[in-house]
């Protein structure tokens, strides 16, 4: 059975949790992503995921595993 996928971008709990709760503002600047395109990819509006923008974002974080910024879940189903 096909269960519908979305993408959740980690970014805000691991920048709480590992990072003493660094700002968007500073991971901006650290990452060289305009803030305008870092809000809703950490928010998880966004319906497109630029990879060069996670790629700086884990240089910036000094993150190796893509696991730690993002991860696939099933949409669920509240038809039933």
Request: hydrophobic content about 40%; charged content about 35%; cysteine-free.
């Amino acid at each position: 059975m096909y269960r519908e996928k979305k993408i959740v971008v980690n970014i805000k709990p691991l920048l709480k949790e590992k990072y003493n709760g660094m700002k968007l503002r500073e991971l901006s600047r650290l990452a060289d992503v305009q803030i305008s395109a870092l809000s809703p990819l950490v928010n998880n509006k966004k319906k497109r995921i630029d990879v060069g923008h996670l790629k700086r974002i884990a240089e910036a974080l000094d993150i190796t595993d893509m696991n730690e910024l993002i991860k696939i879940e099933n949409i669920e189903d509240d038809t039933n």
